[in-house]
C-alpha cells in the first residue's frame, strides 16, 4: 500500500519529544529490538536533551529502523525515562530512477543495483541524493531538488522511484570585477572558464574562486557573490591588484685588480613585471656578477590561454658564466595545463649546452677535466600542487613540487684536448634527473609561525660533468653559503624556519638550515651541510626590506663567525 506518511513519523516523534523534555533535564534511554543499548545522560537543559533524543532516532532511520516504538517508563520534572523498541529493519524491494535521466546517474557515479533487495539504509539514499545535485547543478540546474516519489510499502519493504525537479535552466552572465583591479574581465572569463551563455556551473565557480587565490598578483577585497536574474547568473569579483612587480638592483664599482688603473663593475639587477596589461602576462629578468669573469643572466616570459585556449606557454634562457672554467645556456619552452583548481601540470622541452673557456694547458692532460662541453637535449613533466591560503605570502598550508627530465646528452670532443683521452667512452648517453620540494606553513597564532621546506634532488649519467651538476648556497636554498657555493649531483637539505610577526608581512625568524649533498664528479666525501642564524622581513610602503645573518659548517667551510654570511636586500614594488 502507499506509505507516503511513512516519512512523516520523524516530525512525528520530534513533536512528541519536545513535550517530553520541556520538564526534565535527566535521561535513561533504553534501545531494544534490532540494537539493545542503554544510556544515561544528564543535560544541563532541555533543548540538549531533545537534540540528544533527535539525534537517536535519526541514526535508527539512518539504519533503516523507520518504524520505531517508543514508550515512556518514567517521566517527572527533571526525569525522563524513555523506552524504544526498533521494530523491523526495512529492506528495498527496488529503487527506480523515476524520470532522472540515466546519463545524469552515470555521470554522477550512482549505480541503482546498491538498492535492490538490500537493506535500507538513508545514508546511501542521502549520498544519491548529494550526487544527482551536484551533476545537476553542473550542468545550468542550481536550483534541482531530488526526492523519493510512488512509495510503496509492503510489511517492511520499500519500493519507491526518484524525482528529479530540475527547475530553471541558468546560463552564466558576464563577470563583474567590483574592485580596482585592472585585470580584464575578457581574461578571467577565459581564465576561469566561466563564458557568457555556457550553462551554469556551481563547481567552475568553486574553482575560478580557488584559482583566483592561487594567482600572486590578485587579492580579495571581500567575499565573491553570486546573483541570478532573468534566468541568468551572475558572479561578481570584489578582488584588488597586488603590487609585487618589483625592480631592484646594486651595483657596485671596485679596483680591478688584473687590470691596473680600471674599475670592475659588478652588482644585481632584477625585474619581475606580472599581470600586464591585465591580461596575466609575465615577465622576468635577473642578472648578477660578483667578480671581474662570474655572472649569470636568466629572461624568462609566460604567455596564459596561448591563442584562446587553456594551454599557457612559457619561455626562459639562463646563462651562467663561472669565473674562467665554463659557460653554460639554458633554453627552456614549456606548455602548462590546470587541470584543476591547485594542481599545476606543464611538459617542457629544454636544451642545456655548456663549453670550456679556456683551452690553455688542455693539450697537456692526461684525463679528462672534470667540466666539458656537452649538448643536452631533454624532455620532462613539472607538477605543482597548491593548498596554500595565499600564494603571495603564505601564513598556513602547504606547496609541493616535483620536475622529471630524460634526454639524450652529446659529449663535444674539445679539439684543445688530445683525442685520445675520448678513445673507449660512448659520446652519446641517456641522463636524466629528478627535482622536488615540499613547503609547509604552520600557523598558531596572530603572531608566531613555522616555515619548513624539504627539497631534494638527483641527476644521473655515466658521463656527468662538473657543469652537469645542481648549484646550491645562499638565500634561497642553504644559507649561510655564497650563491652557488655548492656542485651536487645527489643533494637533500631541509629548512626550518620559526617566525615571529609583529605586522601583516612583517617578520622577525630564526632559521636551522640542514643538508647532505653529494659530489661524484670530484670525487668528494658526503658534505653534511649545517647553517644557523637569525633574520628579518620588513614590508614598507613601497616594497620590502630583507636581511639575513647565517653561520654555514660543511666539509670546505669551518662554522666560524669570521666567516659569516649577510644576505640583505631591499625589493621596490609597485
Same mark, same amino acid.
Given at each position: ?325 665554463? @659557460? *653554460?645556456?639554458? !633554453? +627552456? %619552452? ?12 606543464? #611538459? &617542457? ?116 660533468? @662538473? *657543469?652537469?651538476? !645542481? +648549484? %646550491? ?12 657555493? #655548492? &656542485? ?87
Amino acid at each position: 500500500m502507499k506509505s507516503t506518511l511513512l516519512f512523516l513519523l520523524p516530525l512525528f516523534f520530534l513533536v512528541c519529544f519536545q513535550s517530553f523534555s520541556q520538564g526534565g533535564k535527566w535521561l535513561k534511554l533504553e534501545t531494544k529490538g534490532g540494537l539493545n543499548l542503554v544510556e544515561e545522560q544528564v543535560f544541563s537543559d532541555s533543548l540538549a536533551k531533545a537534540a540528544f533524543i533527535r539525534t537517536r532516532f535519526q541514526e535508527l532511520y539512518q539504519l533503516g529502523y523507520l518504524d520505531p516504538i517508543q514508550s515512556v517508563l518514567l517521566q517527572s520534572k527533571d526525569s525522563l525515562w524513555l523506552s524504544v523498541d526498533t521494530g523491523k529493519k526495512f529492506e528495498w524491494v527496488t529503487l527506480r530512477q523515476g524520470n532522472v535521466e540515466p546519463v545524469v546517474l552515470v555521470k554522477a557515479g550512482a549505480d541503482m543495483k546498491r538498492f535492490n533487495q538490500k537493506p535500507f539504509d538513508y545514508r546511501q539514499v542521502y549520498r544519491l541524493f548529494e550526487s544527482i545535485i551536484k551533476e545537476s547543478e553542473n550542468k545550468g540546474y542550481p536550483f534541482a531538488a531530488v526526492k523519493l516519489d510512488s512509495l510503496e510499502r509492503d510489511g517492511n519493504r520499500i519500493s519507491a522511484a526518484l524525482n528529479l525537479d530540475l527547475g530553471p535552466f541558468i546560463t552564466f552572465d558576464t563577470l563583474k570585477v567590483t574592485g580596482d583591479s585592472k585585470t580584464k574581465p575578457k581574461f578571467l572569463s577565459n581564465f576561469l572558464q566561466i563564458r557568457p551563455g555556457e550553462p551554469f556551473s556551481q563547481r567552475k565557480v568553486q574553482n575560478g574562486i580557488q584559482q583566483i587565490r592561487n594567482l600572486p598578483y590578485l587579492r580579495w577585497s571581500g567575499e565573491p557573490e553570486l546573483s541570478f536574474q532573468n534566468e541568468e547568473a551572475t558572479l561578481y569579483l570584489p578582488i584588488n591588484d597586488r603590487r609585487i612587480n618589483s625592480i631592484d638592483g646594486i651595483i657596485g664599482f671596485l679596483p680591478n685588480e688584473l687590470e691596473g688603473g680600471r674599475l670592475l663593475v659588478t652588482g644585481q639587477f632584477d625585474v619581475m613585471l606580472h599581470n600586464l596589461g591585465g591580461s596575466g602576462r609575465n615577465y622576468e629578468l635577473h642578472w648578477q656578477r660578483f667578480n671581474q669573469f662570474s655572472q649569470n643572466l636568466k629572461v624568462a616570459a609566460f604567455e596564459p590561454m596561448l591563442l584562446g585556449s587553456m594551454i599557457d606557454m612559457g619561455v626562459s634562457f639562463s646563462l651562467l658564466k663561472e669565473d674562467t672554467t665554463f @659557460l *653554460n645556456r639554458d !633554453f +627552456r %619552452l614549456s606548455f602548462g595545463y590546470r587541470f584543476n583548481s591547485d594542481g599545476y601540470l606543464k #611538459f &617542457f622541452i629544454r636544451r642545456q649546452a655548456g663549453d670550456l673557456l679556456t683551452s690553455s694547458g688542455l693539450s697537456e692532460i692526461t684525463a679528462l677535466p672534470e667540466a666539458g662541453d656537452f649538448r643536452f637535449n631533454n624532455y620532462g613533466l613539472n607538477y605543482a600542487h597548491y593548498w596554500l591560503d595565499d600564494v603571495f605570502f603564505p601564513r598556513r598550508g602547504a606547496f609541493a613540487e616535483l620536475e622529471f627530465a630524460i634526454g639524450n646528452k652529446n659529449l663535444i670532443q674539445n679539439t684543445a684536448i688530445p683525442p685520445s683521452l675520448y678513445e673507449g667512452i660512448v659520446l652519446k648517453t641517456l641522463q636524466y634527473y629528478l627535482q622536488g620540494r615540499f613547503e609547509k606553513h604552520f600557523y598558531f597564532n596572530q603572531q608566531w609561525g613555522l616555515f619548513t621546506r624539504l627539497s631534494g634532488g638527483f641527476v644521473q649519467n655515466e658521463n656527468l660533468l @662538473l *657543469n652537469d651538476l !645542481f +648549484r %646550491l648556497g645562499g638565500l634561497q636554498s642553504v644559507r649561510g653559503f655564497n650563491e652557488n657555493f #655548492f &656542485f651536487a649531483n645527489n643533494y637533500v637539505y631541509l629548512n626550518v624556519e620559526p617566525r615571529f610577526y609583529f605586522d601583516t608581512y612583517s617578520y622577525f625568524m630564526i632559521f636551522a638550515d640542514m643538508g647532505r649533498l653529494e659530489n661524484n664528479v670530484q670525487g668528494l666525501p658526503v658534505d653534511n651541510t649545517f647553517s644557523a642564524g637569525m633574520g628579518f622581513s620588513l614590508e614598507t610602503g613601497n616594497g620590502i626590506f630583507s636581511f639575513v645573518y647565517g653561520l654555514g659548517g660543511s666539509n670546505v667551510q669551518d662554522f666560524a663567525f669570521n666567516l659569516s654570511k649577510i644576505h640583505f636586500g631591499y625589493t621596490g614594488r609597485f
